[in-house]
């Protein structure tokens, strides 16, 4: 994965074998993934059960999905013991021009604890491909040359028919899991489905106004607090210019986005009020490799999309160069630690606070900014805290502030001192001490 770099292949917009597919417009908007899978392709199966019901009822009044109706109860119990523990869906947003996955949102549902994590995966994150999928790969296009490359060129350099399978199969091994369902979506899908439910009230971040000259497209936005419909949803989560840290602030903002988006989506108000809004989208715009039998299973926890609390993160690692090709280098461990808790249920879960007052603190200066760990020392031990060593970190680096903790519940007071940091329970201590805090490449004086 992204341990030995090598050079990626050069993005070539005229050399090469071109995409023959006719593309349309699609964007970076992975959000809709989980309305596509648990709603658009399964909407149409509920609204027959529906339409029957009422239809041998003879009753307009008799709403289908709420009172004590038996049928509905007995379509929900019929399904619900089918589902899997973990179900993996991915979305794929394409860049403008349809050649590469510039969006890349992976869903995992654990029917066992009734959670809905969505992982964002960052584009440049550098993988390896297999020998064998690189030399189909290269029976199309006389490059890459080499088989490491960022993630978001698989679907570019993959065979014509396989470019769904080659990105969910490389996202799958990055995140360590299988990929049951995939999704390639227009982004004329993601306009039309926030217009036909009024809009998405969504406090954008910054001030967001900048014109692609390559593309012909105006981003026009003011900070703060307002309903956005389609066209400024689109603009919202394109831009990336105005973000300190670039294209992980514009994930940042996706997440916030889609969060407000499938809640919206996913309410039975939309569905029964607007389901041709939801139908036409299924049918025009996704490209996917479930169908109705597949999606069907999951009506019964679609209110726990609309109404549960969506947890969220991002692939950790960090800007770096690898050969000479600039990208981005993914911490497997941090990675590895954060799945694992997906897995098991315990990602985004609270504990109760224990103190670190009297608890030895090592800080490992994990940046680039030299003095770091120090200046941090002073700070936290100002506030009452015990710093012991200090020293430069010289494992991978991330750009999230990690601390190290025996348990869960230790730690928690300490992250109002960084700009942004994860607590790491239970997991060896890359240093002594009773707490070890291993300072982030984003972390600043």
């Given at each position: 994965m992204a341990h030995n770099g090598r050079n990626d292949a050069p993005r070539q917009r005229g050399g090469g074998r071109r995409n023959k597919r006719k593309k349309k417009n699609k964007g970076?908007?992975?959000?809709?993934?989980?309305?596509?899978?648990?709603?658009?392709?399964?909407?149409?199966?509920i609204l027959g059960c529906y339409i029957g019901y009422t239809y041998l009822n003879e009753n307009e009044d008799d709403n289908f999905f709420e009172g004590d109706n038996h049928v509905a109860k007995a379509f929900t119990e019929a399904i619900k013991p089918?589902?899997?523990?973990?179900?993996?869906?991915?979305?794929?947003?394409?860049?403008?021009?349809g050649t590469r996955t510039d969006t890349i949102m992976v869903f995992n549902y654990n029917?066992?604890?009734?959670?809905?994590?969505?992982?964002?995966?960052?584009?440049?994150?550098?993988?390896?491909?297999?020998?064998?999928?690189?030399?189909?790969?290269?029976?199309?296009?006389?490059?890459?040359?080499?088989?490491?490359?960022?993630?978001?060129?698989?679907?570019?350099?993959?065979?014509?028919?396989?470019?769904?399978?080659?990105?969910?199969?490389?996202?799958?091994?990055?995140?360590?899991?299988?990929?049951?369902?995939?999704?390639?979506?227009?982004?004329?899908?993601?306009?039309?489905?926030?217009?036909?439910?009024?809009?998405?009230?969504?406090?954008?971040?910054?001030?967001?106004?900048?014109y692609d000259p390559e593309f012909d497209f105006l981003i026009d936005l003011d900070a703060g607090l307002q309903t956005l419909n389609g066209e400024?949803?689109?603009?919202?989560?394109?831009?990336?210019?105005?973000?300190?840290?670039?294209?992980?602030?514009?994930?940042?903002?996706?997440?916030?986005?889609?969060?407000?988006?499938?809640?919206?989506?996913?309410?039975?108000?939309?569905i029964l009020h607007n389901p041709t809004a939801y139908i036409n989208a299924a049918i025009k715009y996704v490209n996917t490799n479930a169908g109705i039998a597949d999606v069907v299973k999951y009506f019964s926890v679609l209110d726990s999309f609309g109404n549960s609390e969506i947890y969220s993160f991002t692939v950790p690692g960090t800007s770096a160069v690898i050969d000479g090709s600039a990208c981005y280098q993914v911490d497997e461990d941090t990675l590895g630690y954060l799945m694992k808790n997906v897995h098991n249920g315990s990602f985004?879960?609270?504990?109760?606070?224990?103190?670190?007052?009297?608890?030895?603190?090592?800080?490992?200066?994990?940046?680039?900014?030299?003095?770091?760990?120090?200046?941090?020392?002073?700070?936290?031990?100002?506030?009452?805290?015990?710093?012991?060593?200090?020293?430069?970190?010289?494992?991978?680096?991330?750009?999230?502030?990690?601390?190290?903790?025996?348990?869960?519940?230790e730690g928690q007071d300490l992250q109002e001192y960084f700009s942004d940091s994860l607590i790491i329970a239970g997991e060896e201590m890359p240093a002594g001490g009773d707490i070890v805090i291993v300072l982030g490449v984003g972390e600043s004086a």
């Open positions: 970076c908007f992975a959000y809709i993934l989980s309305v596509l899978f648990s709603v658009l392709v399964l909407y149409s199966a089918v589902l899997p523990e973990e179900t993996n869906f991915v979305v794929f947003g394409t860049d403008e021009d029917s066992k604890y009734e959670k809905l994590t969505l992982v964002s995966v960052p584009r440049d994150s550098y993988i390896y491909v297999s020998d064998e999928d690189f030399e189909a790969m290269r029976s199309e296009y006389p490059e890459p040359g080499h088989n490491g490359m960022k993630i978001n060129t698989v679907y570019h350099y993959a065979p014509q028919d396989r470019k769904e399978e080659f990105s969910a199969k490389y996202v799958g091994e990055l995140l360590g899991i299988d990929i049951d369902y995939y999704a390639v979506l227009d982004f004329d899908a993601f306009k039309y489905l926030v217009d036909s439910v009024g809009g998405i009230e969504y406090d954008v971040p910054v001030d967001m106004h900048y400024q949803a689109e603009q919202l989560v394109r831009f990336r210019k105005g973000y300190a840290n670039q294209d992980l602030g514009r994930v940042a903002t996706q997440q916030g986005f889609v969060k407000a988006l499938i809640k919206q989506l996913a309410s039975k108000e939309n985004g879960k609270t504990y109760e606070s224990i103190s670190s007052a009297g608890k030895n603190i090592t800080i490992l200066n994990g940046g680039y900014t030299s003095g770091l760990a120090g200046i941090f020392r002073s700070r936290l031990t100002e506030a009452g805290f015990t710093v012991g060593d200090i020293a430069d970190f010289d494992g991978l680096k991330s750009d999230v502030t990690k601390i190290y903790v025996s348990r869960n519940g």
